[in-house]
């Protein structure tokens, strides 16, 4: 997060990060996005497929995460594990993620490396290196990764503890990186049918921002992806259907950790939804920053604890908004517990006060300044807006949708999202005790 800014935040976001893009489909289905900016010499091709965790087989978890190892093998023309050394021998650098929801790539080079760029990405797409040797290897890293990540750091298990509990229909249910037992018990062949599935041009978005001549990247996009044919298996389109709750989910987890927690977990709605920038703000003024109102109460008036922070996970479907306590030495969790609720009770019955509004309002359009400064952000927000919502240009919009949030719309929120009948609660304990 960055500093509150003043006023001239405003006058700044409408001169700096209003966003100009073209779009265009190819008869194959792949839809592309082209972002013109010449103000420094270097372009980002990405590319995000419509598939995530929650596209997987209920028996057969921790794909698409696999994925975003895998795609890294190399492809028929590309020698195994040369795919990274293409792109730093060029200059650039590459990565990828995975979300529930969708798993994006990218390459940011030098301007005058992007045919690179969209070759790399097409070979991916086209015919990538899914064998025994590639996914039995990729198998073994991820599965180490989990163990690394949950296991053996601290906390690491929460968002699998949570969202186990939180969901019982929706596949949010089960992590992002899947189950090991999973992918040891998966067969090349399962492995081989998911990529034929996703890993489509009709399932993915191709993303041109930078420095870049808008016809030169039309007419690459074309070469390079055009003959690459439509995927005709049909894609797992789960549906939005977890249950409403009615009553409180309250266990307990015992981790290797030093410190106990409290992980509170709320049902919200989906990103993008009109109550989503709601609570989004609502979190913000729990957490954001120094001057927030957890950091205030919990940590530096009442010393009940050490941190305290709020946020909201941005889902496709309706998620959850996950607030994550540690107390202070000797400090009883219940006493924490009822101290960060008093703080949501404040805000269901009083309006959040205009000066405390207003500073909320700048820090947003701030932080959104921030996140459209580079130009790898600007690729990847672009293809989430059509991703998710068959819209790019709500880049340019969700600011406006932020600044319509009234007062009474957090007080709204408040009332609606954050109540005991709708959330997780876990106490995670040292397993020594």
């Known amino acids: 997060m960055i500093l509150i800014l003043t006023g001239a935040v405003q006058g700044l976001f409408s001169q700096t990060v209003k966003l100009d893009y073209k779009e265009f489909n190819l008869p194959n289905g792949l839809h592309v996005i082209l972002h013109e900016d010449h103000s420094t010499p270097i372009v980002t091709v990405s590319v995000m497929y419509h598939v995530g965790s929650k596209n997987e087989e209920p028996n057969r978890t921790g794909f698409a995460h696999l994925f975003e190892h895998l795609m890294f093998e190399g492809s028929d023309n590309i020698p195994r594990g040369e795919y990274t050394r293409f792109v730093e021998k060029a200059g650039g650098t590459l990565n990828a993620n995975t979300s529930f929801d969708r798993t994006y790539y990218y390459e940011v080079l030098p301007s005058n490396q992007l045919e690179l760029g969209m070759w790399l990405e097409s070979e991916r797409m086209l015919h990538g290196r899914v064998d025994s040797i590639g996914i039995a290897t990729q198998k073994g890293v991820v599965i180490e990764e989990i163990k690394q990540t949950e296991e053996n750091q601290p906390y690491g298990s929460i968002l699998r503890e949570t969202f186990g509990r939180a969901f019982t229909v929706h596949p949010y249910h089960w992590p992002i990186v899947g189950s090991p037992d999973h992918l040891r018990a998966s067969t090349d062949q399962d492995v081989i049918n998911f990529y034929k599935t996703y890993y489509v041009p009709n399932n993915a978005v191709l993303t041109i921002a930078g420095d870049i001549e808008p016809k030169l990247a039309e007419k690459l996009a074309k070469e390079y992806f055009g003959t690459i044919p439509i995927g005709i298996k049909p894609i797992i389109r789960p549906l939005q259907n977890e249950p409403v709750k009615t009553a409180e989910v309250r266990d307990t987890v015992y981790d290797n950790i030093q410190l106990p927690a409290i992980i509170q977990a709320y049902h919200v709605p989906a990103m993008g939804s009109k109550d989503y920038f709601a609570v989004s703000l609502l979190n913000t003024i729990l957490s954001g920053g120094q001057s927030s109102r ?29 607030a994550f306590l540690i107390p202070n030495i000797g400090v009883d969790l219940a006493k924490l517990e009822a101290a960060a609720d008093e703080e949501i009770v404040k805000l269901q019955k009083e309006l959040v006060p205009e000066d405390e509004f207003q500073k909320l ?23 989430t807006g059509y991703t998710y919502f ?3 240009g709500s880049v340019n919009t969700d600011i406006d949708k932020y600044m319509k949030v009234t007062r009474e719309d957090i007080r709204e929120a408040a009332r609606k999202y954050f109540t005991t009948t709708n959330r997780v609660v876990l106490y995670y304990l040292p397993k020594n005790k």
């Open 294 to 322: 957890l950091n205030k109460s919990l940590v530096d008036e009442k010393q009940l604890a050490l941190q305290a922070m709020a946020i909201s996970l941005p889902l496709e479907h309706p998620g959850i908004s996950l």
């Open 361 to 383: 309002k700048n820090r947003v359009e701030a932080d959104m300044v921030n996140r459209l400064a580079g130009i790898e952000g600007r690729a990847e927000l672009l293809a």
């Open 390 to 392: 068959n819209d790019a």
